[in-house]
């Protein structure tokens, strides 16, 4: 790093350059000062310093330090680290309807989504 160069000489010479260092301080204590704003603030994580927008949202971003899962899937088990995170889950245990019409077994009502493959499965019932 080069020195600063140094003004023509004045009655000090140092004056300007002392300036300048006064000038720079006054910026290093405004960024201080600004950082310590930024790590007082109430919605700050104190573990990853993340700002949320409000207390409830801080307290759902800690439980990915933490782990905390408290909403569980009574079906599966599934836990999941928010309620809203559960309530989409849960769509896996919906019902879906059949991407294929289905067909039936007349006799044993067995399901295929194929009719001839429904037709070779009904020769097995006849002795075909």
Known sequence: MQSPILPPKKEDPLE????????????????VKNIETKLTDPNQCAICHRILSCKSALQMHYRTH????????????????????????????????????MHQCP??????????????????????
Do not use: D, W
Request: glycine share 6%.
């Open 66 to 101: 933490t782990g905390e899962r408290p909403f569980r899937c009574k079906i599966c088990g599934r836990a999941f680290t928010t309620k809203g995170n559960l309530k989409t889950h849960m769509g896996v245990h919906r019902a879906k309807p059949p991407l294929r019409m």
């Open 107 to 128: 006799v044993c009502h067995k399901q295929f989504t194929n009719s001839l493959v429904l037709q070779q499965h009904i020769r097995m019932h006849t002795g075909e």
């Open 16 to 31: 300007e350059y002392m300036e300048c260092t006064k000038s720079e301080t006054s910026k290093l204590e405004a960024l």
